[in-house]
């Protein structure tokens, strides 16, 4: 069975940084894209950046030039480096596994940005 769990969101003041990290168990890690996604208060959920199995990035305007994707395929591990943190980045942030016909989520992880 397919588990993804995130680690490290807290509380940043603005301009801080923040790190998160995906590990996932259960599956061939690097055979599958992986995403992170966040959710804010009464709004939809959105990507936020993707790393595909071949290493091809793709990242939401908003978050272009502070956050970056990464991923250890070695530690079935997937990150979210996250500079120059704003207000408006103030979300619940979750993990994707992108498999054929089928997302897999984690559970979430706060990260609030906030003096």
């Known amino acids: 069975q397919v588990q993804l769990v995130e680690s490290g969101g807290g509380l940043v003041q603005p301009g801080g940084s923040l790190r998160l990290a995906c590990a996932a168990s259960g599956t061939i890690f690097s055979r599958y894209s992986m995403a992170w996604y966040r959710q804010a208060p009464g709004k939809q959920r959105e990507l936020v950046a993707r790393?595909?199995?071949?290493?091809?990035?793709n990242y939401a305007n908003s978050v272009k030039g502070r956050f970056t994707i990464s991923r250890d395929n070695a530690k079935n591990t997937v990150y979210l480096q996250m500079n120059s943190l704003r207000s408006e980045d103030t979300a619940v942030y979750y993990c994707n596994m992108n498999m054929p016909g089928y997302d897999y989520w984690g559970q979430g992880t706060q990260v609030t940005v906030s003096s």
């Open positions: 790393i595909t199995s071949y290493g091809v990035l």
